[in-house]
């Protein structure tokens, strides 16, 4: 197409927009009705338009291109003309509704397409429902208080940091005969993993470390009870699973059953702490690694405090703040957990009566917990429009630089893939909600629960090893366990 035919084109869509005339009304709760009327003359104006390109592109026999009569490129495509031309003017009404009121719309517009009659030197009139963001007014962060636990560092921290430094460093002595299996040995296992009768993996020499419930991706279940005592060629049966959080892997939400034996076992002999020790790490004391290790202690410390404000004082917004979800937005959320638990348990050979039933139970379970998060994901949404909350196109790169480093990729290659993949504008939302969280947590009050009854500090409460067990085996939320490093 030329400039002048697009300059011609621009102009003409210009003008349909600004004489098409709307009206909007609420329709329930983050729902606008919006009212639709086309004028003849615009209707008219695209049916031309269409007709005049069909004409000039679609061949016709006998006719030299674009030659053909109107009166039979009417008669034979006149149904798909009428088509072409209803979804232009019907996407260009969408497109000009929104923007000409402000609507900002979270899922696709609803409307009957079948419902819509156009038809040559006839006005259009139709009308569509579109779900916005809710209206609501987010409360003075200031006024927010939240309870926080007071949580120290103590020596056994640090002696627990120590010990994983010392197992880097460790000597393994083979058991023998005499030995039975203790916490902390290192094992050697012939694995299989499956679910129901499909094999998934099979590893005749994985490493295990008694007492760490993890064999590689899998958190395991039983595995200790099994091996502690047990000799080298005892075979049993356990469970485990894949962490739900752990995306990327293909198993990840799913239960397996282990068929294990033993191969052998050995136990770790750990250095001494001394100056040589310490010279292995880069120190040149004792003294300053274990400064070192109590000062990254205490830096984690603190980041899991500011976590922890910023999840209590989260949710005390939610409870606080009145918000009205439609039931549909809702509703898809808590099917779209369903189908991927569904197609899970197919994948583990479960029988149809005992899918339907995990289904009912994720229905009535999760339909709070979704309600609860889309509020916290309106709630920060706010925060970032009523603190002007900005994400900088250098913060973006340096997000992408990380996961650049992770991935084994240069930031120019990352950056091109989560760009054409989609995904950038994900890492960009996901930084503004980061920064909205820090915004939640510096204006809310602060104070610290008292301590226990000895006037010690009190600990925080570690998460089980298994607090991502899939759907099947918990209802709890899914949690992040936590390893401590140096």
């Not at 009404?93 to 009957?112: M, Q, S, T, V, Y």
């Not at 139970?361 to 917990?369: L, M, P």
């Not at 054409?420 to 947590?441: F, I, T």
Request: hydrophobic share 35%.
């Amino acid at each position: 197409m030329n400039p002048s035919a697009q300059l011609m084109e621009r102009h003409s869509l210009m003008a349909t927009s600004e004489t098409m005339e709307f009206s909007v009304e609420a329709a329930g709760p983050c729902r606008k009705r919006v009212k639709v009327n086309i004028p003849t003359e615009l209707v008219t104006m695209e049916f031309e338009k269409s007709y005049k390109q069909w004409i000039k592109t679609v061949p016709m026999r006998g006719f030299r291109q674009g030659k053909a009569p109107r009166s039979l490129v009417e008669k034979r495509f006149g149904p798909d003309i009428a088509l072409e031309v209803k979804k232009t003017l019907i996407d260009s009404a969408f497109d000009e509704a929104l923007k000409e009121n402000n609507l900002a719309p979270i899922a696709d517009p609803e409307l009957d397409l079948e419902s819509v009659t156009v038809e040559p030197r006839k006005p259009v009139a139709f009308d569509f429902v579109v779900t916005v963001k809710p209206e609501f007014e987010l409360p003075e962060l200031k006024e927010l208080s939240v309870e926080v636990p007071v949580v120290g560092i103590d020596e056994d921290d640090v002696d627990d940091a120590l010990k994983q430094l010392r197992k880097r460093k460790a000597t393994f002595r083979p058991l023998d005969a005499k030995n039975k299996i203790e916490n902390d040995d290192l094992a050697t296992l012939k694995v299989r993993g499956k679910i129901g009768d499909t094999e998934h993996f099979s590893n005749d020499n994985m490493p295990y470390e008694v007492g760490s419930n993890r064999l590689v991706d899998l958190i395991t279940e039983g595995m200790d009870k099994e091996l502690l005592g047990a000799k080298a060629g005892k075979s049993f049966g356990t469970t485990g699973f894949v962490p739900a959080h752990n995306a990327n892997h293909p198993l990840a939400g799913m239960e397996l059953d282990l068929d294990v034996e033993l191969i052998e076992a050995k136990r770790p002999e750990l250095p001494e702490v001394d100056e040589e020790f310490a010279k292995a790490f880069d120190f040149d004391s004792k003294d300053e690694l274990v400064g070192a290790i109590r000062k990254d202690l205490e830096n984690r410390l603190e980041s899991d405090r500011e976590k922890f404000i910023e999840s209590a004082a989260l949710a005390k917004l939610v409870d606080e703040t009145e918000i009205d979800l439609p039931d549909d937005l809702i509703e898809r959320e808590v099917e779209d957990m369903a189908r991927r638990a569904a197609y899970e348990m197919q994948m583990q050979g479960k029988s149809e009566e005992e899918i339907a039933q995990k289904i009912v139970e994720i229905r009535s379970r999760r339909a709070e917990e979704s309600t609860r998060e889309l509020k916290a994901y309106f709630l920060l949404d706010k925060i970032v429009e009523k603190e002007r909350i900005i994400v900088t196109e250098g913060e973006v790169r340096d997000a992408v630089a990380q996961i650049a480093a992770y991935q084994g990729q240069t930031v120019d290659q990352m950056y091109a893939l989560l760009r054409d993949s989609g995904r950038l504008g994900g890492l960009r939302n996901q930084l503004r909600e980061k920064k909205a969280r820090a915004k939640l947590r510096k204006k809310v009050q602060v104070t610290d629960a008292p301590a226990d009854a000895s006037g010690k500090a009190k600990k925080a409460d570690k998460k089980p090893a298994d607090a991502e067990k899939p759907a099947k085996k918990t209802a709890a939320k899914k949690k992040t366990t936590k390893k401590k490093k140096s």
